[in-house]
């Protein structure tokens, strides 16, 4: 079946330091993939996504690039804040299917 | 902007009650969800309904059940609450998946069973 593994957490980082966490999926036919973000003791929100190979999702800052390839979706920021502070969940969903998959979620840290 | 509005935030029952979870989307979304977030698992699908009146079971149902009457609302039903059921739930909705529709949650609904 179709699946989502994530970098375990937590990452802490300084302030103004590159982040990246990982992402790779196994996946029937082609999925869109996301990530989410959820701050401490809300829902989760969409940070960014894309729909096919190659496309490269991108907000506030956060980057990710689908790799076909090498079935990887790998969130990035080259400078990240305190605000960015939170839970990151990568997710799947194929094509005429509802079931959206998503990884246990990666805690990010950032002092200041 | 989509809301999604799940109408208890902070819920504490005890053991054996009923509990009632309401979910509200005000974008016409067909599909709406119900999950359970516990640490260290992610998230877990209880219930999804593709319509009025129309539900499947999803991950983890056993202990649940869930009511549609009208597109716009989505209630999760827990019949006799158990101390296993304290989570953190999460309600959700989406068009029909036919080219990677965004996922939209409620803020969630903490509900402590004692």
């Known amino acids: 079946g179709n699946s989502v593994t994530q970098m375990e957490g937590p990452v802490t980082l300084s302030e103004e330091a590159f982040l990246t966490i990982n992402c790779t999926y196994t996946?029937?036919?082609?999925?869109?993939l996301f990530w989410y973000v959820q701050y401490p003791g809300e829902g989760l929100q969409l940070l960014l996504k894309a729909t096919k190979a190659d496309d490269k999702g991108s907000n506030k800052g956060f980057e990710a690039t689908y790799r076909k390839e090498t079935t990887s979706f790998h969130l990035e920021k080259g400078s990240v804040q305190v605000s960015d502070s939170a839970v990151y969940f990568c997710a799947l969903v194929t094509s005429g299917t509802y079931k959206y998959i998503f990884g246990t979620g990666t805690r990010l840290k950032v002092l200041a | 902007d989509v809301k999604v509005t799940q109408s208890s935030r902070y819920l504490v029952k005890r053991t054996g009650e009923k509990v009632f979870l309401e979910c509200v989307q005000d974008m016409d979304h067909e599909n709406m969800f119900w999950y359970r977030q516990d640490p260290g698992l992610g998230l877990r699908l209880i219930y999804f309904?593709?319509?009025?009146?129309?539900?499947e079971k999803g991950d983890i149902p056993e202990g649940y059940s869930v009511s549609r009457e009208k597109k716009e609302r989505f209630s999760l039903i827990l019949e006799s609450a158990s101390t296993n059921q304290t989570s953190m739930y999460l309600c959700?909705?989406?068009?029909?998946?036919?080219?990677?529709?965004?996922?939209?949650f409620g803020e969630g609904s903490w509900l402590t069973v004692v």
């Open positions: 309904s593709y319509d009025v009146k129309m539900k």
């Open positions: 996946a029937t036919g082609y999925p869109s």
């Open positions: 959700a909705s989406t068009l029909p998946n036919t080219a990677g529709n965004t996922i939209y």
